[in-house]
């Protein structure tokens, strides 16, 4: 097992973690493509005090046993587990008969390592019995517990360590010096490590052969600490997001040209004057600067990037000549101009980008004139809108992207007589049209686009009348229609939608138990949200079927959390985010 | 199952019914100390080591002859081994509900034996 897997189970625990949280909100109106990146910006940090980690740790684990592990959450047999894997949990389970792995073939000790970690069973007596056992992964990252004394037994891995994780711990300098020696490293990761200085970080310049290297919120990241990027030539994947006093270091990064990816998100001491050590950089494929405080200037060090495929300059405070700059960066695909001083002027620099897929324009000075520059950009899949003074004439610029599968409008001056452009965009699968000017006119217009998956109504004037419209969407896994008109007749239109996984119907004050009743057979919904409605205990019972719910908000109805505790404890097992509580 | 030379007729380790046989016929898996475990080739191929070596066309001699030497494992380890190979068939076949159980004085052992058959 190499490091790849290392970073997939990583991977994998963001996204759970990230979905989760997406659920709980049901308020949020920005969901899109860039969602990670709004999460990121308003849920704190991923770290110790985080609500993301309570999240995730109250997540049914994958069951008390092998077997059952194996099966996944759908029902059925399932894949048989292997004897290996048997073995390897048997293991776990009589752990304390273990003290010494190291005679076990490496790929074993590895799967023995992997699992404890896994189930939270590793502590720092059981890692003695890992000592030598020339283990390639490390993912200790958000592990409990983990700190100096550690180390030591993961640097005993020597010359077989591969990747290293120690992300949210308590390690100190002195505990990342015990890495230097363990030149064959690729991977390293150290993210919310607040007790590491600049004088730790710079051991670690010896370190050559790092390909993948992650230090966010760091303060060791100073003009002086970045020194020890410099030796790390090998370096493609360099993150050092919200890292406070990074300005002066990027001087640092000059050499690094086999860099792809950098992330100095939320870098918000970043200006111009860092910027230029970044224009021979030209083999970056992915550049993230959200929230530095840029200028145009600092935009026009990114001319010569033409590898870019992705660039994300949100809320840097641009204005319209910053964007001359990435006329030539022909290879963008993602391209996030968010929360910038941007107007339709800035669009027209865009024209010739005919290979982006996801355009984000959230809550710029952008209106109905400038959208008639993106109407060659024919590859567009997403479409970020909202906040903008975007109306129905822009619209019928769109008309022609075909590609376009999302599109979010919320808080646009689009009105009913927009949409008819929209009804042609037969590829389309998210659709925000959270925005009071949309009534049950508009969304008839729409009744084509039966490939959508996800419709936020959120604040749409949408009646009883126009849920008839929603039957059309019978694709439909996400619905959200909160604009305080249905009443539990407009339900009934509803109830059939049986791919719904999240559904919104929170303040329509008329909604009763009925509605509970109606939704009853929608047994796929893991999140469910009727707050503000005259819902009662009395018809609590009606949810037992939903198996797969996750998420509850009963808020302002007629519920009490005792009783919510009760159908939880009775009935719906994997229920882990309920309001009221 | 059973020992070399305990009886003049093999028996042999059956599934209980037999619908579609596939791969017809039985295979030899010899332990260190020798002793002979005849179970079917459908069960053998549980493993994928044995699969490979019972599938690939005219490469190994096992092939041919119908048995596997092991000599780095032990009788109570390849015992261990074989009736895996059964409880896993009935398990893909939704019969088997029961846990697999292993002693905790075998566990590593057994272990390595099963990474070697890669099962």
């Known amino acids: ?581 | 199952m059973l020992g070399k030379g305990e009886a003049a007729g093999q028996a042999h380790l059956h599934k209980d019914d037999d619908g579609g046989e596939q791969p017809s016929g039985v295979v030899k898996l010899i332990s260190a100390e020798g002793f002979e475990f005849v179970v079917d080739k459908k069960a053998a191929m549980v493993s994928n080591t044995l699969r490979n070596m019972l599938t690939s066309p005219g490469g190994f001699s096992e092939t041919r002859e119908g048995e596997v030497r092991f000599p780095e494992i032990s009788t109570p380890i390849l015992e261990k081994i074989c009736q895996y190979f059964y409880w896993s068939l009935h398990y893909s076949s939704g019969k088997e509900t029961s846990e697999f159980q292993i002693e905790p004085e075998i566990t590593l052992e057994l272990m390595m034996a099963a990474n070697y058959l890669d099962t």
């Open chain 1, 1 to 581: 097992m190499g490091p790849g897997k290392a970073s997939q189970l990583r991977s994998n625990r963001f996204v759970i973690s990230a979905r989760i949280i997406t659920m709980g909100s049901a308020c949020s109106r920005k969901r899109g493509q860039l969602l990670v990146d709004e999460e990121d910006l308003y849920s704190a940090r991923f770290s110790k005090s985080s609500s993301f980690k309570w999240l995730l740790h109250t997540l049914p684990r994958s069951g008390s046993d092998v077997h059952r592990k194996v099966q996944g959450p759908g029902p059925g047999p399932g894949r048989c587990p292997s004897l290996v894997e048997l073995c390897v949990a048997k293991v776990r389970e009589d752990i304390g008969r273990y003290s010494d792995f190291s005679r076990l073939p490496r790929d074993l000790s590895q799967q023995i390592f992997n699992e404890l970690v896994e189930w939270n069973s590793l502590t720092e007596e059981l890692l003695g019995a890992f000592r030598d056992c020339a283990l390639q992964d490390i993912c200790l990252g958000d592990y409990p517990g983990v700190r100096d004394s550690w180390m030591e037994v993961v640097a005993s891995q020597g010359l077989s360590l591969l990747s290293v994780d120690v992300s949210c711990s308590d390690v100190t300098d002195s505990g990342l010096n015990q890495l230097k020696d363990c030149i064959n490293l690729q991977s390293l990761t150290c993210n919310y490590c607040d007790q590491i200085s600049e004088h730790g970080l710079k051991t670690l310049s010896g370190l050559s052969n790092v390909t993948s290297l992650s230090f966010k919120k760091c303060g060791a990241v100073t003009a002086e600490g970045a020194k020890a990027f410099a030796n790390m030539v090998n370096l493609g994947n360099l993150d050092l997001e919200r890292c406070p006093k990074i300005h002066g270091g990027l001087v640092h990064l000059k050499g690094l040209r086999k860099l792809e990816k950098l992330n100095l998100r939320y870098c918000n001491c970043i200006t111009d004057s860092d910027m230029k050590h970044l224009s021979d950089l030209t083999n970056l494929r992915e550049l993230q600067l959200s929230c530095c405080k840029i200028s145009d200037l600092g935009i026009s060090y990114l001319r010569g990037l033409a590898s870019l495929v992705l660039l994300n300059i949100s809320r840097c405070g641009i204005y319209d000549e910053g964007c001359e700059h990435l006329e030539g960066l022909v290879k963008l695909k993602v391209l996030n101009l968010g929360f910038n001083y941007i107007t339709d002027a800035c669009l027209v620099h865009l024209k010739e980008l005919v290979n982006l897929e996801c355009l984000n324009l959230d809550s710029c000075k952008i209106g109905d004139e400038g959208l008639i520059h993106l109407k060659g950009l024919l590859q567009l899949r997403t479409l970020e809108l909202s906040d903008t003074e975007v109306g129905s004439n822009g619209l019928r610029h769109l008309s022609g992207l075909r590609n376009l599968q999302s599109v979010n409008l919320s808080f646009t001056l689009v009105t009913d007589i927009g949409l008819k452009k929209l009804s042609g965009l037969n590829s389309l699968r998210s659709l925000n049209l959270d925005n009071r000017q949309i009534t049950d006119n508009g969304l008839a217009a729409l009744t084509c686009l039966t490939g959508l998956t996800h419709l936020d109504l959120f604040g749409a004037r949408i009646t009883d009348a126009g849920t008839n419209c929603l039957k059309y969407f019978k694709n439909l896994q996400s619905l959200e229609v909160c604009g305080g008109f249905i009443t539990d007749a407009g339900v009934k239109n509803i109830k059939d939608l049986k791919a719904l996984t999240l559904l919104n119907l929170s303040q329509n004050g008329s909604l009763t138990d009925k509605s509970l009743e109606l939704i009853s057979g929608l047994t796929a919904l893991v999140s469910l949200n009727l707050s503000n409605s005259r819902v009662s205990n009395s018809g609590l019972h009606h949810l037992k079927p939903l198996q797969n719910l996750r998420s509850l908000s009963l808020e302002s109805c007629k519920v009490t959390a005792i009783e919510i505790k009760k159908l939880q404890l009775a009935a719906l097992p994997n229920l882990v985010s309920v309001r009221p509580e």
